[in-house]
C-alpha cells in the first residue's frame, strides 16, 4: 500500500534497504471495538492499543496491562513490511450462538499509522504513512467454541429400577421412582475451547423435541 508511493527524485533510490516500516503514535485512548474477556465469560474492559518500548503495538485493558494481542512490523529480508497480529489471550465474543463467531479489529482515524520511511542516495528521506483505521476489519479475531469429542457412552451409566408393587397405592403419585446418572455418559466428552470452562451450572440436559414416533 506504500511501497507504490515512492519517489525517490533525481538522485535515485537508496541502497535497497535503505527504507524501514514503524508504528506511530500511540493510541492510549484508541477503542478498539474488542472487549477483554471477564469474568465467568462476561464481557470485560475495553481494550485500547499502546505502543511498547521497542516499537510494536500491543491491545491491554490498561498500559503497561496484561498484553492481549501484539502487532509487529517486520524490516527484515523478504518480510519487509509485513505485519503481524499475535493473539496472545482469548476475547469476549458476542454472539453466544456461534462458535466461530468473528470479532474485527477496528481503530478509529488519526490514531496510529504505520509509516514507511525512504532514503535516496544522498541520504534524504520521506516518510510515508497510512493511517491505522485503513485496517479496520483486515484482522479479525475468530471465537473458539465448546467442542463435543467422542462418543456418548451410557455403559457408563448405572442401571436403575422400579417396581410394579408400589402401584398399590391409590394416590395417582408414583411411589417408586428410578433415578440414573447420566453425567458420567457425557462429562468426559467435553472441551471448551480457548476460553476455557464457563461457571459451574453453564451446561444442561434436555430431551430432543419430538419424540412422539418413538415406539
Not at 38 to 64: R, V
Not at 76 to 84: I, K, S
Not at 148 to 167: C, H, M, P, S
Amino acid at each position: 500500500a506504500l511501497a507504490a508511493q515512492a519517489d525517490y527524485g533525481a538522485d535515485g533510490q537508496g541502497k535497497a534497504d535503505e527504507y524501514a516500516f514503524s508504528f506511530n503514535g500511540d493510541a492510549a485512548s484508541a477503542a478498539t471495538n474488542l472487549f477483554a474477556l471477564g469474568a465467568d465469560g462476561a464481557k470485560g474492559d475495553a481494550i485500547s492499543l499502546f505502543k511498547a518500548a521497542g516499537g510494536s503495538l500491543y491491545g491491554a485493558t490498561a498500559k503497561d496491562g496484561a498484553h492481549l494481542f501484539e502487532l509487529s512490523v517486520s524490516n527484515a529480508g523478504e518480510t519487509r513490511g509485513q505485519v503481524t497480529f499475535s493473539l496472545l489471550k482469548p476475547i469476549w465474543h458476542d454472539d453466544a450462538t456461534n462458535p466461530n463467531d468473528a470479532q474485527p479489529l477496528s481503530l478509529g482515524k488519526g490514531l496510529a499509522s504505520l509509516d514507511c520511511t525512504i532514503f535516496d542516495a544522498d541520504g534524504d528521506s520521506r516518510t510515508l504513512s497510512l493511517d491505522m483505521a485503513a485496517l479496520g476489519g483486515r484482522i479479525e479475531i475468530r471465537d473458539d467454541g465448546p467442542r463435543v469429542k467422542g462418543e456418548v457412552k451410557a455403559d457408563d451409566i448405572t442401571a436403575a429400577a422400579v417396581d410394579e408393587t408400589y402401584l398399590a397405592d391409590k394416590s395417582g403419585k408414583p411411589t417408586d421412582t428410578a433415578v440414573l446418572d447420566v453425567r458420567a455418559a457425557f462429562a468426559a466428552q467435553a472441551d471448551y475451547g480457548a476460553d476455557g470452562q464457563g461457571k459451574a451450572d453453564e451446561y444442561a440436559f434436555s430431551f430432543a423435541e419430538d419424540a412422539a414416533s418413538a415406539t
